[in-house]
C-alpha cells in the first residue's frame, strides 16, 4: 500500500485564478493571489486504487522567507504517511 504523490504546481508564492466572467458569457476573468504559502499535492495509491488531492503547506528556510524544496518534499512524505493512514482505516476511500 504504497503512496505516491505529485506536485500539482510549482510554488512561486502565487496562484492563477480563471473563472467565468459573469457580465461577459464566454469570456474568463484571471485573478492572480499573491502570499501564497501551500500547494495542491495529489497522491496516489495503487491498491485499491485511490487517489486524493489536497493542499499542503510549504516549507521556508530558517529566514521565513527563501522557500525550501527539500524541506515541502519532506513534508509531503510526512503527510503521504497521514494519507495511508486515513486510507488504512477508512476516512478516504
Known amino acids: ?4 504523490f505529485t506536485k500539482n504546481e510549482t510554488f512561486n508564492g502565487t496562484r492563477v485564478h480563471t473563472l467565468p466572467d459573469p457580465d461577459n458569457e464566454g469570456e474568463t476573468i484571471t485573478e492572480t493571489i499573491t502570499g501564497v504559502r501551500d500547494i495542491e499535492v495529489t497522491f496516489t495509491q ?16 530558517a529566514d521565513g522567507t527563501t522557500y525550501d524544496s527539500d524541506a515541502t518534499d519532506a513534508r509531503i512524505a510526512e503527510v503521504a504517511a497521514g494519507v495511508a493512514h486515513k486510507i488504512a482505516v477508512g476516512v478516504i476511500s
Do not use: G, K, L, Q
Open 1 to 4: 500500500m504504497a503512496i505516491t
Open 46 to 61: 495503487d491498491d485499491p486504487e485511490i487517489i486524493h488531492t489536497r493542499m499542503v503547506n510549504v516549507c521556508f528556510e
